[in-house]
């Protein structure tokens, strides 16, 4: 069975800040799939990022980076210098394509805020 | 490309009734389609999994006689939530994934908030 675990319910920080978002992942399967959603208040999830299990390549895209370790089954998330219009729910994700239907597993989700 | 509506977006009901939500792919076919649920402050929870003609398959815990799913075509799956209660409020939300390449994806829609009075 998979899992994933956000331990960081909630995060408040200060505009212009870094912000770095955990993610520990579970299974069994030496081929998978973890994802990053950002869920805003409007409630629709907004992709983020795919990363296969063999891809350890720490990725950036403007303000976000992602930093991926097999070693210690962690999938972090880092928003430099955050802006108010990150403040949302940011949900990590697995997927294993051994899953009859390759099903996602959520983790509980971060809530960030981030102050003016 | 890839995009997924859900309508209505919002719909509120009167407890004993029941509320259909559609889930539409628009520019692909989505041989599987997922419905979640999610409640305040909570992560998204799989209900079921349906694969276009056949029947869906409810994770644990859901009545498949309650929140009946049908996925009658490629591009649309409907979640129907009979005999509502308040406790079904919820926000639904559906994705849809394709055969292979790009839309191997899940695609989310926007999800539709339920609330049964």
């Known amino acids: 069975a998979q899992k994933v675990t956000q331990a960081q319910t909630e995060i408040s920080v200060v505009e212009k800040e870094d912000v770095t978002l955990d993610c520990v992942y579970e299974?069994?399967?030496?081929?998978?799939?973890l994802f990053w959603y950002k869920q805003p208040p409007s409630g629709e999830l907004v992709f983020l990022i795919r990363?296969?299990?063999?891809?350890?390549q720490n990725e950036i895209s403007g303000r976000y980076s992602w930093n991926f370790q097999k070693s210690t089954s962690s999938f972090n998330f880092t928003i430099t210098a955050s802006q108010v219009v990150d403040s949302a729910v940011y949900f990590c994700a697995l997927s294993v394509p051994s899953g009859s239907a390759r099903q996602l597993t959520f983790g509980s989700g971060t809530q960030l805020t981030v102050l003016p | 490309g890839a995009v997924v509506s859900q309508h209505p977006s919002w719909v509120i009901c009167k407890s004993g009734t029941s509320v259909k939500i559609e889930c539409r792919s628009l520019?692909?076919?989505?041989?599987?389609m997922f419905w979640y649920r999610q409640f305040p402050k909570q992560s998204l929870m799989l209900m079921a999994t349906s694969n276009e003609g056949s029947k869906a398959t409810y994770e644990q815990g859901v009545e498949k006689d309650k929140f009946l799913i049908n996925h009658a075509s490629l591009t649309l799956s409907t979640l129907t939530v009979t005999s509502a209660h308040p406790e079904d409020s919820s926000f639904y939300i559906c994705?849809?994934?394709?055969?292979?390449?790009?839309?191997?994806?899940?695609?989310f829609g926007p999800g539709t908030r339920l609330t049964v009075t």
């Open positions: 299974t069994r399967d030496t081929t998978y799939y």
């Open positions: 990363r296969n299990s063999f891809d350890e």
């Open positions: 520019d692909f076919q989505a041989t599987t």
């Open positions: 994705s849809a994934r394709g055969l292979a390449g790009v839309n191997y994806e899940q695609y």
